[in-house]
Structure formats: C-alpha cells, structure tokens
C-alpha cells in the first residue's frame, strides 16, 4: 500500500510471514492503523498501473 497500510515481507522468509500474521491476530490496534492507512489512500487508476508498467519494463529493458 502505497500510504503505509501494509506489511512489507520477502516472500520466502517463513518466519517473517508468522511473525507478521500474528501481530494482525494479537495486536487490533496495530491492524487497525494499517487498515486505515490503506483506506486513506485511493488505489491507482488503470492508466496509472499500467504507465508504472510501462516504465518498469523500460528500464528493466535498458541496456547497461
């Protein structure tokens, strides 16, 4: 979430993922901050995703 209204994981860290499910199951308040951050701020629009796209696989892309 761009706001800040959510939890950043790497994928593979197990650990990480447990730790994070069970802070939004014992901790309300901390869930609840990042459930209002998410809410506060409007997803992007279509023609924005896709311009992020765009601009992503240019400069993945790029010759280096």
């Known amino acids: 979430a761009m706001g800040g209204g959510g939890l950043?994981?790497?994928p593979g860290d197990v650990d990480g993922w447990a730790d994070?499910?069970?802070?939004?199951l014992e901790h309300?308040?901390?869930?609840?901050?990042?459930v209002h951050a998410s809410a506060s701020d409007p997803p992007?629009?279509?023609?924005e995703s896709v311009?992020?796209?765009?601009?992503l696989m240019r400069r993945?892309?790029?010759p280096t």
């Open 8 to 10: 950043l994981l790497d």
């Open 20 to 24: 994070a499910m069970a802070l939004m």
């Open 28 to 34: 309300p308040v901390e869930r609840q901050m990042l």
């Open 44 to 47: 992007p629009t279509w023609d």
């Open 51 to 55: 311009d992020e796209l765009w601009s």
């Open 60 to 62: 993945c892309t790029r």
